[in-house]
């Protein structure tokens, strides 16, 4: 046979013809065992000898990696999630940036970042606009997300993979297919030999479901960091054009309007990021904290399992969605997580809002409108965020959105836009969700000078040495 002649092809008159490369996986899985006649007519009929070469190989790959251990012992897998998500965000289109696209962007980004210099001190200097498509975004953030759902990842493989032991131990051998294990072999026992193909296999639906969410989300963020994560470090601003020009459809408002608001808020949460350099931690801690206290619901996995074949990772799949995360009644860890989280998003919202309206004040013919149509979408949350809130239990609506900016309303009534910003030069003056119901008590809090036991003390001794008596409370002596 020469170079050019095609590759063997199983006899199409043997009913039991598979090709070779399969038979060698079969060995090399099983330590140099035979292909049973059972399993060889089993996989025959699903149609596995008729595979083009390269198909064969795939499937050889991937199969080597669940048996080998490749991709770690059910890490998220980011790649997997990569893929997931740009085929999600591509599904309806998701055509590359043009040169006009990224001029018009980067002049946005400049005109908003000048517009913002005369209504906070807060700065990052040399922003610089990026137009980026949604493939671009999935690219650009992925690596924060698999960092924000790893704690997520580890309750999955655990809780799916046990849900699975617990139903084979549940199974007779007669409860399988034919030829599937070795006579006399028992499926509970099955368990300890492909423990970490398990962990790999869910481990890999779930960065698939996590691709998923974030490619939804890609298809209606507007910019880098819209979720009010530190997703984009600076000086990146990145918008998408696209989603701006669905967004502004929607409302009837030119999109070069509604891409100057969109520029002015990520341009301000880009100076609030790196003018508060223990802000962003803290925020992604409150993700992480969340995510490590999502309970996973394994009646409800069990239940989605029962009678689906373990070895389909599509039917495993379809069978977990929407099935991973406990109902709402939440752990009081995981409540007061949440709590912390919805606040933080909120208060920088707010913040981003109060300051990007004062910039596009007197600019914009419908900034007022456009605020209001924000504020609705953030705190609302969009179909986007809805589905990403599903399919990985994060939930990143900023609910008390409203709150939060009349507490930044009430900061800069009373001391002006110094005193505003003033609230994120340390995380012990930060806003809390306690302040978020008392606002004007927090307005006094920083309004007024603290003092320690020290300068109480203090106070209390000049007192007392201006009404006549000795430090101590002790009438003065006469020698």
Not at 139 to 145: C, G, S, V
Not at 239 to 254: C, H, T, V, Y
Not at 337 to 366: F, I, K, M
Not at 390 to 397: F, Q
């Amino acid at each position: 046979m020469t170079s050019a002649d095609p590759p063997a092809s199983p006899d199409p008159g043997d009913p039991q013809g598979l090709p070779p490369e399969l038979e060698k996986l079969w060995r090399d899985l099983t330590g140099g065992a035979e292909l049973p006649d059972e399993v060889r007519q089993m996989l025959a009929g699903a149609g596995l000898e008729q595979l083009d070469p390269q198909m064969m190989g795939l499937l050889t790959q991937q199969m080597q990696g669940l048996f080998g251990g490749s991709g770690g012992e059910g890490g998220f897998d980011d790649e997997r999630a990569t893929s997931m998500a740009r085929t999600v965000a591509a599904a309806e289109g998701d055509p590359s940036i043009t040169t006009a696209e990224q001029d018009r962007v980067r002049d946005s980004v400049r005109t908003a970042d000048l517009w913002l210099d005369p209504v906070t001190d807060l700065a990052a200097p040399g922003l610089v606009g990026r137009a980026w498509s949604r493939a671009e975004w999935v690219e650009a953030t992925m690596a924060r997300w698999a960092d924000l759902v790893e704690p997520v990842s580890e309750g999955v493989a655990d809780a799916v993979q046990g849900a699975i032991g617990r139903q084979l131990g549940r199974l007779g051998e007669g409860d399988l297919p034919a030829g599937l294990l070795p006579a006399g072999m028992n499926p509970a026992a099955m368990m300890g030999q492909v423990e970490g193909m398990m962990r790999r296999l869910h481990a890999g639906l779930f960065s698939a479901q996590v691709g998923q969410g974030v490619g939804t989300l890609a298809t209606e963020v507007l910019s880098g960091c819209e979720p009010a994560l530190p997703l984009v470090a600076s000086p990146t601003v990145a918008l998408l054009p696209r989603n701006i020009s669905a967004f502004a459809e929607g409302l009837d408002l030119d999109a070069g309007e509604v891409m100057l608001h969109v520029a002015a808020r990520e341009a301000a949460r880009a100076r609030l990021f790196h003018a508060a350099p223990w802000l962003g931690p803290h925020l992604l801690a409150a993700v992480r904290d969340y995510a490590a206290g999502i309970v996973i619901d394994t009646d409800a996995i069990e239940a989605g399992l029962a009678g689906v074949d373990p070895s389909d990772p599509e039917a495993m799949r379809s069978a977990l969605e929407g099935r991973l995360f406990a109902p709402p009644a939440r752990t009081p860890a995981q409540q007061r997580a949440l709590t912390r989280l919805e606040s933080t998003l909120a208060l920088v919202e707010g913040w981003v809002d109060v300051v990007a309206s004062a910039a596009v004040a007197g600019h914009l013919p419908h900034a007022e409108a456009l605020g209001e149509a924000v504020r609705r979408r953030r705190a609302g949350g969009g179909p986007a965020e809805r589905t990403f809130g599903a399919l990985v239990g994060l939930e990143l609506r900023p609910r008390r959105l409203r709150d939060a900016v009349n507490l930044f309303a009430a900061l800069e009534a009373a001391g002006g836009a110094g005193l505003r910003d003033s609230a994120w030069s340390h995380p012990d003056l930060a806003p809390s969700a306690d302040d978020l119901d008392d606002p004007l008590g927090y307005v006094e809090r920083l309004t007024t000078p603290a003092t320690d036991g020290f300068d109480a003390e203090l106070a209390d001794l000049l007192r007392g040495s201006t009404e006549g008596e000795a430090p101590g409370g002790r009438p003065p002596t006469d020698g």
